[in-house]
């Protein structure tokens, strides 16, 4: 099914989640605390990372940035309501999704799969890489370069990129990139999509400007700039 590492002090919700976890058959292993997490997490087989913010030690986002420095294993940050800044802070140092704490058991098996499922975009081009300028998406390489300079995207960052250049020029509707992006169960989550558009158009620099925001319907990448 798939092996998960659940970073999380408060052993309540730890054991909350482990229990649903292995009922669904996936392999589960805890950590308490940073040392544990990054301990683990070079120990034993990791396809997904479940991790809390607040954290003895190490803080959550500075184990998001030590795992993405490392691997592209999916990281769904669990955050309580409060913990706004340190959750955009999570997202800019490579996570893929969170959870609100309290959290639906069901909600979160429901993420769970889906990013163990994910599939990203597969090239479609001759080539395999789509040129606007100075900008290349290699979509065999997954990687976004501006003058031959690798952007670093996030795996979800990369994602959403494939999606619209494949669909350069045209409109991919809310719906449609939510659906490969993140999975058919996150249709109408439209909130997913204005926070990493936001930091795509940041990290795209002068370049940002190709992704259009079309109102009620969704996105356009397009290959000249629109004015």
Not at 24 to 52: I, K, M, N, W
Not at 55 to 78: H, T
Not at 176 to 186: D, F, K, R, S, T
Request: glycine letters at 6%; hydrophobic letters at 40%; one cysteine or more.
């Amino acid at each position: 099914m798939g092996n998960i590492l659940i970073v999380e002090d408060d052993p309540n919700v730890r054991k909350l989640v482990r229990v649903n976890l292995a009922k669904r058959g996936y392999t589960v292993s805890e950590a308490e605390d940073s040392h544990q997490a990054l301990t683990l997490f070079q120990s034993v087989p990791v396809d997904l990372v479940l991790l809390d913010l607040v954290l003895p030690g190490l803080s959550g986002v500075d184990i998001c940035a030590w795992i993405r420095a490392r691997s592209e294993v999916p990281i769904i940050i669990l955050s309580a309501r409060l913990e706004e800044d340190l959750k955009v802070a999570a997202l800019d140092a490579g996570a893929d999704d969170y959870v609100t704490k309290p959290f639906n058991s069901e909600e979160l098996l429901a993420r769970v799969r889906a990013f163990l499922r994910r599939s990203y975009v597969t090239a479609k081009s001759d080539d395999n890489k789509i040129h606007i300028g100075d900008l290349t998406i290699d979509l065999e390489a997954r990687r976004v370069l501006i003058n031959e300079s690798d952007l670093h995207l996030t795996r979800t960052e990369y994602a959403i990129m494939a999606v619209l250049a494949q669909h350069l020029n045209g409109i991919v509707t809310h719906d449609e990139l939510l659906a490969q992006v993140w999975g058919p169960e996150y249709r109408g989550s439209n909130h997913y999509l204005h926070t990493y558009l936001g930091r795509l158009r940041k990290k795209l620099g002068e370049f940002g400007d190709l992704l259009e925001t079309v109102p009620g319907m969704g996105y356009n990448l397009h290959s000249t700039k629109i004015y």
